[in-house]
């Protein structure tokens, strides 16, 4: 098993494949329940859809773990998303589990959020398996029956694994018929810290009843490893992101 250290790993063509590896495969994006309210030890299952960076649908499940832990507004998160052109095929989804915790709400007060996550994607660049960890901070207004915050989230991905296609690697030796490029080719195995993302937009929700919640972000997405600070933007990706969420309490 390689970790990416060869001359190959360093090389730019190299650098070239992993991007093209990261950025072609359907990403199974954000999809961390948009909390309306504190669960009081009780039970919410929820359905989304939204675009983050491409068409998803999502299923999650929350769980108030306030008398357990003896610490109010706490709450067990767990789901999957999927990118909705992967539906038939599931090659590409993302399971994640985590917690938020709500602080001082009702009222202006602040909801966290901390996820692990896995991602699995099979696709023409190959086999990915991804380790990531999200960070969330909804700074906002709390009332009992809706909320409106702002929304501050970061996503790493901490380790991939790479297990490179066939056409992958005939792209390599395409390139460098000759062997000239002085390595054997595409190495598979793990690629530390291959991509981050951030994300900037208002979430709100509306508790329609004791049982029905609805819920929804809107923002701005960037992700510097495909876009410049300033000198080179983005021209072919879709910079925003969207999500809605219906959910049932119990």
Same mark, same amino acid.
């Given at each position: 098993?390689?970790y990416g250290?060869t001359s190959?790993?360093r090389?730019?063509?190299?650098?070239l494949?992993?991007?093209?590896?990261?950025?072609l495969?359907p990403?199974?994006?954000?999809a961390?329940?948009?909390g309306?309210?504190?669960?009081?030890?009780a039970?919410?299952?929820?359905f989304?859809?939204?675009?983050?960076?491409?068409?998803l649908?999502?299923?999650? /499940?929350?769980?108030?773990?306030?008398?357990?832990? +003896?610490?109010?507004?706490?709450?067990? =998160?767990a789901?999957l998303? !999927? @990118?909705?052109?992967?539906?038939?095929r599931?090659?590409?989804?993302?399971?994640w589990l985590?917690?938020?915790?709500?602080?001082?709400t009702?009222?202006?007060?602040?909801?966290t959020?901390?996820?692990?996550t896995?991602?699995?994607?099979?696709?023409?660049?190959?086999?990915k398996?991804?380790?990531?960890?999200?960070?969330?901070?909804?700074?906002g207004?709390?009332?009992?029956?809706?909320?409106?915050a702002?929304?501050?989230?970061?996503r790493?991905?901490?380790?991939?694994y790479?297990?490179?296609?066939?056409?992958?690697?005939d792209? /390599?030796?395409?390139?460098?018929?000759?062997?000239? +490029?002085?390595?054997?080719g595409?190495? =598979?195995?793990?690629?530390w !810290? @291959?991509?981050?993302r951030?994300?900037?937009?208002?979430?709100g929700?509306?508790?329609a009843s004791?049982r029905l919640?609805f819920?929804?972000?809107?923002?701005?997405?960037?992700?510097?490893?495909?876009?410049?600070?300033?000198?080179?933007?983005?021209?072919?990706?879709?910079?925003?992101?969207?999500?809605?969420e219906g959910?049932y309490?119990w």
């Open positions: 098993m390689q250290r190959f790993a090389s730019p063509l190299h650098l494949l992993v991007c093209l590896t990261l950025q495969a990403r199974a994006a954000n961390q329940p948009i309306t309210a504190p669960l009081v030890d039970n919410r299952a929820g989304g859809f939204g675009w983050d960076p491409t068409w649908v999502s299923l999650g /499940y929350s769980r108030g773990l306030d008398t357990p832990l +003896g610490v109010s507004g706490t709450q067990l =998160d789901g998303a !999927l @990118p909705l052109t992967q539906i038939p599931a090659n590409a989804f993302k399971i985590g917690g938020q915790r709500f602080w001082n009702p009222g202006f007060g602040m909801a959020g901390s996820h692990f896995l991602v699995l994607a099979n696709d023409a660049t190959g086999k398996l991804g380790l990531g960890g999200e960070l969330s901070l909804r700074p207004y709390y009332h009992q029956r809706w909320s409106l702002l929304e501050l989230a970061g790493l991905a901490l380790s991939t790479i297990a490179h296609s066939d056409r992958v690697r792209l /390599y030796r395409n390139r460098y018929p000759d062997g000239s +490029g002085g390595a054997e595409p190495q =598979d195995g793990w690629y !810290l @291959p991509a981050a951030y994300h900037v937009g208002v979430a929700g509306w508790l004791e919640e819920s929804g972000v809107l923002g701005f997405d960037y992700s510097p490893q495909v876009e410049g600070a300033i000198d080179n933007p983005s021209i072919g990706g879709v910079p925003f992101y969207i999500r809605t959910a309490r």
